[in-house]
């Protein structure tokens, strides 16, 4: 027998407990300080003889939860068979279409560049052909609209959504479709429009309180946008119970201490339809949450709001998600069957991109097919599966290796390692012992 | 020692992936992970 190398243990001083966690198989153990002493003993020597009696049971229990597992198991080959089995899925196809980059908005954080111009009929004429081509092939298609603000080529997206919902439902094939939008144009009419076509899933952003939010989230002409956008989700939420709007509040230094306010504004009987979800800005040193938060007080902030957030009556259900075992890519942009249209028919695969032509990884032509440009094409698909540091970090499966767009370009795995530990260890604590007010230390022991 | 999660197998934990599943075990994959987050504004560890 062996120990298994991602096993990570957390300690909780208040309870003078220690969660056992496996990051690869997502079993999670609580221990006692007595306990810990005999575990610690066997994790460092599996096949040690001991003179304690409860040592057996201890031993089998390791065993169960696989902190403890066979000689012949190669951890990191199970890793490594899973990011392949992500990213080669052939049973589904995620679509990222982009209407417009075009916006009306002018958020001070943002890294897109906003170009005039919207898909015109004819490459909307060649994204249907190439839908009526991939779309039977596949089990599931995942459509998210994105932009720009892709409410500005509301007609284009009724067009193709409504196409791609009766291609599915001839061939068989489940769907999810979904809108990132800012929700300024999410009016009543629209809405309705969106829903016929059974698109209920939407995420909209606020930055926290209308004074954090006005001054991050503003019009091109610099008036805010926070009354409007809180109207328009309430309604949409209120027009059919079936729409889910994921409600993510960028965050960093100037906002991150106002979310508690906010949460505590939207009424009662929408809660339950609002997703909550925190994430830090990035970008230059001016707006960065990392380049001015700590991840300690970033976690410690974030773990507190989403207890507020569930303890209100809000959708939560992210809270959990970064535990989940069996990840299998690090994001969707990993995935082959994946791809983002842009107005423009050129064809990508990462979202967070200034969409330079140079940069196109195909083309669709107006007779429906993908044209790979091959060579950049073959550079985010033949990259290695990890960054040499990946294969000893304990934290790996919860991970899967990172952006591969920043290990593309800058042949590292990103300033956001440090966050995947913390917030891990987090998480850990508040799955095992549900109160997070009573945990102040903090503590990540890993290899 | 109180066990709160047991280890997951790795059949359960790839069925969504697998040539053997179904469109809805496809949908239910994709809805335990929460994928959901498309503008990884964050580089965010969410589960896309």
């Known amino acids: 027998m062996k120990t298994s190398y991602y096993n990570i243990c957390v300690d909780n001083p208040d309870t003078k407990e220690t969660i056992l966690f496996n990051s690869l198989y997502g079993s999670l153990t609580v221990c006692t300080t007595r306990e810990m002493a005999s575990i610690n003993k066997l994790l460092a020597d599996p096949n040690g003889e001991f003179s304690e009696s409860k040592i057996t049971s201890i031993r089998q229990t390791l065993i169960d939860q696989k902190n403890i597992i066979m000689d012949d198991i190669d951890e990191l080959e199970i890793i490594r068979q899973r990011k392949l089995a992500g990213i080669r899925d052939e049973n589904r196809l995620d679509l990222i279409i982009m209407p417009t980059l075009d916006c009306n908005f002018a958020c001070t954080y943002c890294y897109e560049t906003h170009k005039p111009g919207k898909m015109d009929s004819r490459v909307e004429d060649a994204l249907k052909a190439w839908l009526n081509d991939q779309v039977p092939r596949f089990k599931f298609v995942m459509l998210h609209w994105f932009g720009g603000e892709p409410l500005l080529g509301f007609q284009q ?45 939407f995420q909209i952003t606020i930055d926290g309180t209308a004074t954090t939010h006005d001054a991050m989230r503003l019009l091109k002409n610099g008036q805010g946008t926070f009354q409007r956008l809180f109207t328009n989700i309430v309604r949409a939420a209120r027009i059919d119970r079936r729409n ?23 009424p009662d009987d929408i809660r339950s339809q609002l997703r909550v979800t925190f994430e830090p800005i990035f970008g230059s040193c001016e707006v960065s949450a990392t380049g001015n938060l700590s991840s300690q007080e970033i976690s410690q902030a974030t773990a507190n709001d989403y207890r507020i957030a569930k303890n209100l009556g809000y959708d939560v259900v992210l809270v959990g998600s970064g535990l989940n075992p069996g990840k299998t890519v690090y994001c969707y942009a990993e995935r082959t069957n994946q791809y983002i249209i842009n107005y423009t028919g050129d064809v990508y695969k990462c979202s ?13 032509t107006s007779t429906g097919k993908l044209i790979h440009e091959q060579q950049n094409w073959d550079a985010w698909k033949d990259m290695d599966l990890f960054e040499t540091q990946c294969n000893s970090c304990v934290f790996l499966p ?24 913390t917030n891990t260890s987090y998480l850990l604590k508040q799955v095992a012992f549900g109160n997070l007010d009573q945990v102040i230390l903090r503590q990540v022991q890993s290899k | 020692m109180k066990v709160i999660a047991k280890p997951k197998e790795e059949k359960e934990l790839l069925i969504a992936v697998s040539e053997e599943a179904k469109p809805k075990d496809v949908q239910q994959g994709i809805i335990a992970q929460g994928q959901c987050c498309v503008d990884h504004l964050c580089g965010c560890n969410c589960s896309c």
């Open chain 1, 157 to 201: 997206v009724i067009a193709i959504t409504r196409h791609l919902q009766e291609l599915a439902r001839r061939s068989g094939v489940e769907y999810v479709f979904h809108m990132t939008t800012n929700g300024y144009l999410l009016s009543e009419k629209s809405i309705l429009a969106l829903n016929d076509c059974d698109l209920f899933d």
């Open chain 1, 244 to 266: 889910k709007i994921t409600l993510r509040v960028n965050y960093n230094h100037q906002n991150l201490h106002t979310i508690p306010q906010l949460l505590e504004s939207f």
């Open chain 1, 352 to 364: 967070v991109s200034r969409f330079e032509p140079e940069k196109r990884v195909g083309t669709l």
């Open chain 1, 398 to 421: 919860l991970c899967m290796g990172g952006c591969r767009k920043t290990r593309l370009e800058k042949h590292g795995t990103g300033s956001f390692c440090a966050l995947v530990p």
